[in-house]
């Protein structure tokens, strides 16, 4: 068969054979039939070959993955979705599978003592606790802004979303400590930037349900960039805040003062309440709005503005009659203590207008009699006066037998003295603390009106 060169020559030849069969013997018709077989089942073989040489071609690019078609080392196609696609085989081409799953780090050893599995369930005090010394040469740590020393713990999220740009630019053996190189700097950068006490206060990952803390944004951000600058191809999902603290040393010092903060958190809380129940008590929902205009009324008196000021008194005293007065299209009514009060005042200034008329009254009828005989007067209206005289708490009576000798001590009763002194007492101490009240109250009204001053725009 080395004497036929082509496949032409051969069918020409194999023509031929048959037109000469019959003049040929058996034995050569025999010779001829068989390599027409054998040529027959060569086509079929190579037909077969090529065909799986061609079908090895197909590849399944599974759902976390992404594929590249390379044809004589050469990028045809990038980022191929999941599914089944076809290349030249090997060595004309070949299909690179690369997997964009999401994918883990947690960097536990850059900025604090190494976490182990065992450290993470346990409180990070304890942990940062046994590293009391801080060697740099074993235990990272990074600077705040305000130069105090911080230890912290991340978790990155990350995935390859630009395949050909990844496959080209990292060595996939280094891949993950390029990832962890850009967080480290996006950690290094971000945290130069908040003080620790700042930091201290930030949410973790255990503590945040949805989303992501600025400071968290900014890492991400950072770490981001630094990847995209050399093309890396990875786009980091998240970054996260496991733990946060500061060093050994200084760790009772730091929760001294968030212990402290927390109570006066508590406490200021529990004022702010008291105080709205108060302002309910007193003038009731509408508290807001009265004490929103007193500041309009002062910031009135301090631009002199006449008018304005007394449009805004007008409304204010009509608000304390109880009447209801309409305000940016809502109606508002004062109800509570202060009504009370008011209404306990008028009735207090009847009683005093009644009481001095009374009194006019009556001078008005005895100034003739006195006038017309003083003595007679002053004699019956002296009856009455020692009478009330004698029937007051500080008058002593002692009755004596007209012939006893009786000596008089001009000291006074002490316990008399005793009573009249805790009166005093207690009316000074009453005094004073309503002068406190009225100190405490005066300035928390300054302290709102600051807080609603800066919270809404001068109109």
């Known amino acids: 068969m080395s004497q036929f060169n082509s496949q032409e020559e051969f069918t020409t030849d194999a023509a031929n054979v048959d037109e000469m069969g019959a003049l040929m013997d058996p ?66 081409g070949e299909m690179v599978k690369v997997r964009t799953g999401e994918q883990r780090t947690f960097i536990n050893d850059k900025f604090g003592p190494q976490l182990t599995q065992e450290d993470r369930m346990r409180p990070i005090a304890r942990v940062v606790g046994r590293a009391f010394q801080l060697n740099p040469s074993e235990v990272g740590s990074v600077i705040t ?19 050909a740009l990844n496959t080209r630019n990292v060595h996939q053996p280094d891949e993950e400590r390029i990832v962890r190189a850009a967080v480290h700097r996006g950690v290094v950068r971000a945290l130069a930037e908040i003080e620790i006490d700042d930091l201290l206060k930030q949410r973790t990952t255990d503590e945040v349900v949805t989303g992501e803390s600025s400071l968290d944004a900014r890492v991400r951000r950072i770490a981001q960039e630094t990847l995209d600058a ?41 004022a702010e309440q008291a105080s ?109 006066a020692y009478e009330a005289f004698l029937t007051g708490g500080l008058v002593e009576i002692q009755l004596v037998s007209p012939e006893a000798d009786v000596e008089i001590w001009l000291n006074r009763d002490p316990e008399i003295y005793r009573e009249r002194e805790r009166a005093e007492h207690g009316r000074e101490a009453r005094e004073a603390f309503e002068e406190m009240d009225e100190r405490r109250e005066r300035a928390f009204r300054d302290q709102q009106r600051r807080e609603r001053l800066q919270g809404r725009p001068n109109q």
Request: negative net charge; aromatic residues 8%; charged residues 25%.
């Open 27 to 92: 034995a050569q018709q025999s010779l001829a039939d068989a390599l027409r077989i054998t040529f027959r089942v060569l086509q079929v073989v190579m037909a077969l070959l090529v065909a799986l040489f061609l079908g090895s071609g197909f590849q399944t690019i599974e759902e976390s993955e992404r594929g590249i078609k390379l044809v004589f080392g050469r990028v045809v196609q990038d980022d191929i979705p999941p599914g089944v696609t076809w290349n030249w085989p090997f060595p004309i």
């Open 145 to 163: 802004a305000d130069s105090a020393i911080a230890h912290t713990w991340w978790n990155v999220i990350w995935r390859r979303d630009q395949p």
């Open 230 to 270: 050399f093309g890396a191809g990875v786009r980091i999902e998240r970054v996260s805040l496991v733990e946060k603290s500061p060093p050994g040393q200084t760790l009772n010092a730091f929760q001294q003062v968030t212990t402290a903060e927390n109570r006066a958190a508590t406490r200021r809380e529990q």
């Open 276 to 384: 709205r129940e108060v302002l309910n008590s007193v003038a009731g929902e509408a508290h807001s709005v009265l004490l929103d205009l007193i500041d309009d009324y002062e910031r009135a008196i301090e631009l002199a503005d006449d008018a304005e000021a007394e449009r805004i008194l007008a409304t204010i005293d009509r608000m304390i009659d109880g009447e209801i007065v309409e305000i940016n299209g809502v109606s508002y009514s004062v109800r509570g203590q202060v009504t009370s009060v008011i209404n306990r005042a008028r009735q207090y200034r009847t009683n005093i207008v009644s009481n001095i008329r009374s009194r006019v009254a009556t001078y008005e009828t005895k100034f003739p009699l006195y006038s017309e005989n003083p003595e007679l007067f002053v004699a019956r209206e002296w009856r009455p």
